[in-house]
């Protein structure tokens, strides 16, 4: 289950929150003045990692991206995490400036 919780609420009962990641397997995002700040998640979960999800879906679609060699897939799928990191990074400035 993914939910939110405050940063307050994250301090008073992170040993809580902590066990339902762990044990449940939920998802926690951590906000701040309503900005998402951080999230909880297992260390196992393909939420932990960038490419997680990206190779699994690799895997789904393997058939229909086969002519793709493992090289080319991970330097495609690199240059796709820095250019939204890259547009992320500068939408945030444009926020704060």
């Known amino acids: 289950m993914k939910r939110t919780v405050t940063a307050v609420e994250a301090r008073r009962n992170l040993g809580e929150l902590l066990e339902q990641v762990y ?7 951590i906000e701040r003045a309503g900005k ?5 998640v297992r260390p196992d979960s393909a939420a932990s990692s960038d490419l997680a999800w990206i190779r699994d879906w690799m895997r789904e679609n393997a058939e229909r991206n086969k002519e793709l ?29």
Do not use: N
């Open 23 to 29: 044990y449940r397997g939920d998802e926690i995002v």
């Open 69 to 97: 060699t493992e090289d080319e897939v991970e330097r495609l799928v690199t240059e796709e995490v820095k250019a939204v990191r890259a547009a992320a990074a500068k939408k945030e400035r444009g926020k704060s400036a």
């Open 36 to 40: 998402p700040m951080a999230t909880l």
